[in-house]
């Protein structure tokens, strides 16, 4: 069974670099075909799509928040890490890492096959 486990502080400062790693047992993130993404939510707001790498290591990032994000991965320790950079107190939201078998929708939240349980951050100086 796949399980998916964030880690990383709780609490960043505005203008940091957020960073998050998720640990996945069960199974190795290198399998084809897995796809590991990471999504927040924002308080009073819906899931959003921050980005995924492929159990080939290809990444797809949302053209949003393209410009500073960074997903990578340490096949060694079976994990993958999110990087924000430049945090504002608008990035407060609860993190979720989540993956999916086989190519799919990344905004199709029912697609996705295994979830996280999230971790809260918080952007506060």
């Known amino acids: 069974q796949v399980q998916l486990q964030e880690s990383g502080p709780g609490l960043v400062k505005p203008s940091q670099t957020l960073s998050l790693t998720c640990t996945v047992s069960?199974?190795?993130?290198?399998?084809?075909?897995?796809?590991w993404s990471w999504i927040r939510r924002s308080p009073g707001k819906g899931l959003e799509w921050m980005g995924t790498?492929?159990?080939?290591?290809?990444?797809y990032y949302s053209p949003s928040l393209k410009s500073r994000t960074s997903i990578s991965r340490d096949t060694s320790k079976n994990q993958f890490t999110l990087q924000l950079s430049s945090v504002t107190p608008e990035d407060t939201a609860v993190y979720y890492c989540?993956?999916?078998?086989?190519?799919?929708?990344?905004?199709?939240?029912?697609?996705?096959?295994?979830w996280g349980q999230g971790t809260q951050v918080t952007v506060s100086s």
């Open positions: 069960g199974d190795s993130i290198t399998t084809n075909p897995y796809y």
């Open positions: 790498i492929a159990y080939s290591g290809s990444t």
């Open positions: 989540a993956g999916m078998t086989g190519w799919g929708l990344w905004e199709q939240w029912n697609e996705y096959d295994y």
